[in-house]
């Protein structure tokens, strides 16, 4: 069992920074790989970034590529998101997720097995 829990968020104005963190409990976050999502007011959730279970391995969506980075402290069983130059388009509830100890695609929602009740990011133009 792992419970996350996010927290970080809050309103910002664009171009600002904001770092989330994700604290995990249970012994086998080290064992998942990590990821990030996002819902926007009025739309489905969607990826936004993933690191792989040791931090050698990292993917983004090409809407946050090169402003967003994700970490993780498995010392800490503690994930991380620094989002840079925030637009109002980044505006969302965002979700840290944990996935399944075997997954095949840690891009995929499927893969995900535990997620946090999430933290929301408001971003003013």
């Known amino acids: 069992q792992v419970q996350l829990v996010e927290s970080g968020g809050g309103l910002v104005q664009a171009g600002d920074s904001l770092r989330l963190s994700c604290a995990a409990s249970g012994r086998t976050f080290s064992n998942r790989a990590m990821g990030w999502f996002r819902q926007g007011p009025g739309q489905e959730r969607e990826f936004v970034a993933a690191?792989?279970?040791?931090?050698?391995?990292?993917a983004y969506a090409d809407s946050v590529k090169g402003r967003f980075t994700i970490s993780r402290d498995n010392a800490k069983n503690t994930g991380y998101l620094q989002m840079n130059s925030l637009k109002p388009d980044d505006t969302a509830v965002y979700y840290c997720?944990?996935?399944?100890?075997?997954?095949?695609?840690?891009?995929?929602?499927?893969?995900?097995?535990?997620w946090g009740q999430g933290t929301q990011v408001t971003v003013s133009s």
């Open positions: 997720a944990a996935t399944k100890i075997i997954y095949r695609n840690y891009l995929s929602m499927n893969d995900y097995e535990y």
């Open positions: 690191i792989s279970r040791s931090g050698d391995n990292t």
